[in-house]
């Protein structure tokens, strides 16, 4: 439906994620006058609009290859199969990680997506194509994504909660709601610049240099972040250099996917991508929860964090950020993008070019 090039800059767009601009402004803005539940009302509106946007002005494809239809069965599956299995992760440290509620729920997630991925297997229009989805390449991008996306998620929680506890803690900033959401939008404008810069480094190295790249930067980032906590402007430096790796992370995701699959499974398989990185940021928000919830002092009688429950949970941003360095230098080198795709879109003249072939490729 677009150009090469035009697809190109919209996937480095798309991961450098414009929402995040906004994003924190807006919410301190409704938390503020209507309250956390705002948020929630708001999202599902925006989601709703959203839907009704894609239904009524996004054309359909007419280069359809095979016909298909919605995997209703693998949806339904794979949602309570992943809300059960976080439900039990983010209540565990409450309800006892050995508790029946949590065994049972982490139970049944489990058994319902090993019966989804039968489901699947055996599907004629998939939700997720897990055989294509197993290949080195693509499970090796993945595996990256779920872990930056972990990683990617862990200073949210950290940044913006250390800025607003008062000053009497002895670590908390006491920086108010709106003022804080304003520290933490430059960020934002960064990593849609770095995101859309990320294929000059993508051309002249490979796509699977900017994922190492940016995993690398968040670990020296994510390393120094517990000794400049002190206050605001150090917070927005750190954050600075998350976001700069976050979107070098991100945006060569899908290059790396598209160049990996045949061009009829572009879609499915960048899906799947997106997917990853939701997942790794949901288990985030779990699991860091857990981490702050842990111990916690008592401030005017509510239950706060601790220094050392902060400092935690940016070790284990670390941790994350280094495990993925590691998966992004273990992606399988492929061919460059924009080749890759006119190669399998377009396989007649390729057949008569020099040095060209026109067998799909595949790690």
Sequence with gaps: MV???????????REGRVVFVVAPDEAAVAVRGAGPDALFWG??????????????LVPASKARTYPGRFDAWGTAGLAVGLVCVLIAVGKGAQWGWLGPRTLT??????AVLAVWAVVELHSDCPLVDLRTAASPRILATNAATVVIGFAMYAQNLVFPQIMQLPESTGYGLGVPLVTAGLYLAPPGFVM???????????????????????AAI???????????LGSPLRIVGVSLFLVIGIGLAFAAMPALVITAVPARDTGAATG??????????????AVIGVVLAH?????????VPTEHAFKTALAVGLGASALGLVLALLIPHGPRPAADRADRNDPGPAAHRPGS???????
């Design 3 to 13: 150009r090469e090039q035009v697809l190109d800059r919209a996937d480095e767009v």
């Design 43 to 56: 999202a599902a509106v925006l989601g709703a609009g959203c839907f009704g946007l894609v239904l009524t």
């Design 105 to 110: 729920l982490a139970g049944l997630g489990c």
């Design 192 to 214: 849609m610049l770095v995101a859309t810069q990320s294929a000059r480094l993508s051309r002249a190295r490979g796509p699977k240099t900017s994922p190492a790249a940016g």
């Design 218 to 228: 968040l670990v020296l980032a994510y390393a120094a972040a517990p000794a400049l």
């Design 272 to 285: 799947l991508n997106g997917l990853m990185r939701s997942v790794g940021m949901t288990v985030s928000a």
């Design 295 to 303: 111990d916690p002092q008592r401030l005017d009688g509510a239950p």
């Design 357 to 363: 072939s026109t067998t799909d490729v595949r790690p």
